[in-house]
């Protein structure tokens, strides 16, 4: 390749990020990049939003995001993440909840809730966990799941699915991965159930695809409709890439639109992929590449995309349809708006020293709020700093989540 024809195919690469993709469902992504779930903390302890939230998601919309997905919002708040998650039902604060949507939706912009359940990861001040089967090891415990509590999902599902079509938001994304309930269910480490949800990866499955089937008959069938997935558990004895690969396969039957791969749990002693640096490019590049020729299902890929030639090559090699950017998006919330054009440009991304650990984490998320309120030239907390502002609120915010759902505590 000669010079010019080199300098001419760097200047034009960017394109393959403007296109625009079609959904089976028939809903359109405008470019190939989305903001990725994260759990961004910002609702008010009592499962709704925040002005902060508001603007924060309207900060991607203007950036010029395809899509971006919330996490993570509850349709139980019995086993919720955090106490900054919003919830979906009957006690949600509608009018505030389509404002979020009206502010996220523009400029063609989508905005998807991602669905979740913690499991046995709820959080434990205003939880008392399930997961699949008892779990009692240094750092965590949780009971296990009924056959009546596993069969009670999809409809829980389905109900909170509907009640995002009907608040106006463009598209619902499942949570089946880091460990979350639905990810416990597909991982035989945390799966050790001996009835017809447990056992092999078909069966370890089989709640994931009723739920997706339940929800398709909610929505409709014009309504987007993805799901989170991991690749590897990245656990001794987890998930492994050969099960994932099935998952992928099975879920792909399905009337799923999007299937997002990512990895990795939040589980005690579990190394996170966020908790490194993407030295050697995105983390699960050669599993989705092994995905694509399993499933005719769209592939959206998370984690360790820090360079526009890097998502670049991830569309343009035909690996995966659409490229999911969380901590990028962070550092610069116009990152999309940058990568489509023509000069591009790559985020910062700081480095600490020895910082505790999940104070990376709680840095992020502390700028997140940044974001929502406009003031991220002033930020200037450092990870320690971050760790105990963020777990300051979340002590705060607990309180109003048990204010609010506490009838919920005395019915169980």
């Not at 990810?183 to 709640?207: H, K, M, T, W």
């Not at 992928?248 to 990512?262: A, F, K, M, W």
Request: net charge negative; glycine share 10%; proline share 6%.
């Amino acid at each position: 390749m000669n010079g010019k024809t080199a300098e001419h195919k760097c200047s034009t690469s960017h394109r393959v990020l403007r296109s625009s993709l079609e959904l089976p469902c028939g809903a359109v992504l405008k470019n190939r990049l989305a903001k990725s779930a994260m759990s961004d903390s910002l609702g008010n302890g009592g499962g709704d939003p925040t002005t902060a939230q508001v603007r924060l998601y309207e900060r991607w919309a203007e950036g010029g995001a395809a899509v971006s997905i919330i996490g993570e919002v509850q349709g139980d708040p019995r086993f919720p993440e955090k106490p900054g998650n919003l919830v979906f039902g009957a006690n949600s604060d509608l009018l505030t909840m389509k404002t979020l949507v009206d502010n996220a939706v523009i400029n063609d912009a989508h905005l998807w809730p991602q669905l979740g359940h913690a499991g046995a990861l709820s959080h434990q001040p205003i939880s008392q966990p399930k997961g699949p089967s008892p779990i009692d090891i240094p750092g965590l415990r949780c009971a296990g799941m009924s056959v009546e509590d596993v069969e009670e999902l999809p409809g829980m599902y389905a109900r909170t699915a509907e009640f995002a079509r009907s608040a106006g938001f463009s598209g619902i994304h499942i949570h089946a991965g880091h460990g979350f309930l639905l990810s416990q269910f597909l991982s035989p480490l945390f799966n050790r159930r001996d009835d017809g949800y447990g056992g092999s990866v078909e069966a370890r499955c089989q709640i994931v695809l009723r739920i997706l089937d339940e929800v398709r008959r909610a929505v409709g069938p014009s309504y987007p409709v993805g799901i989170k997935i991991n690749s590897t558990d990245k656990l001794e004895g987890g998930l492994t890439e050969d099960d994932a690969l099935e998952v992928v396969r099975l879920v792909g039957q399905t009337s799923v639109d999007l299937i997002d791969i990512s990895g990795g749990t939040y589980f005690p002693g579990a190394k996170a992929s966020s908790d490194g640096v993407s030295d050697n490019g995105p983390y699960f590049l050669d599993f989705a590449r092994r995905a694509k020729v399993t499933t005719n299902v769209p592939l959206m890929l998370t984690g360790g995309f820090e360079r526009r030639e890097q998502a670049v090559d991830a569309v343009a090699s035909g690996a995966v349809d659409m490229v999911s950017l969380a901590r990028g998006m962070v550092l610069n919330p116009q990152l999309a708006n940058t990568w489509l054009t023509e000069d591009g440009g790559d985020p910062e991304f700081p480095t600490f020293e020895a910082p505790p650990r999940g104070g990376v984490t709680a840095w992020y998320t502390m700028r997140l709020t940044a974001l929502g309120e406009d003031s991220e030239d002033t930020f200037t907390l450092d990870p320690r700093s971050a760790l105990r502002t963020y777990e300051e609120r979340d002590a705060q915010r607990c309180i109003k989540w048990r204010e609010k759902f506490s009838y919920l505590a005395e019915s169980d």
